[in-house]
């Protein structure tokens, strides 16, 4: 519905103006009421074993990922990135006589070969 210009006659604008301690008030206000909707026991409980943590943290490391931020964790994102750059030189890796870990294992498997290093 459009809103009447004020004119003083028809319609009066009454305004509240805060000043930078209210502001501040308010949200603590805010923060204090969102903290409290969180429902900490219940969040605590859940997070009881350390395992959990971890898959948490880990979790929230793949989301920052997806998202573009460098978390240090290996994540699916790295390893997909791996193999993109591992395919955009493959041809080189197999120009120069380094075999792949599929033709290593298949060597192995053969009786034809060895493990790269002696073993």
Do not use: C
């Amino acid at each position: 519905m459009p809103r009447l210009p004020v004119d003083g006659k028809k319609v009066v604008e009454h305004r509240i103006t805060f000043g930078t301690r209210e502001r501040e008030i308010l949200a603590d206000l805010s923060t204090s009421i969102r903290i409290q909707s969180l429902k900490v026991p219940e969040l605590l409980n859940f997070l009881d074993d350390p395992s959990r943590i971890i898959q948490v943290a880990y979790s929230v490391a793949i989301i920052a990922e997806m998202a573009g931020w460098e978390t240090g964790l290996p994540t699916p994102v790295d390893a997909f990135t791996w193999f993109q750059e591992r395919d955009a030189t493959g041809a080189k890796v197999s120009e120069s006589g380094n075999p792949s870990l599929w033709e290593t294992l298949m060597d192995l498997w053969k009786g034809e070969g060895t493990w790269p290093g002696g073993y």
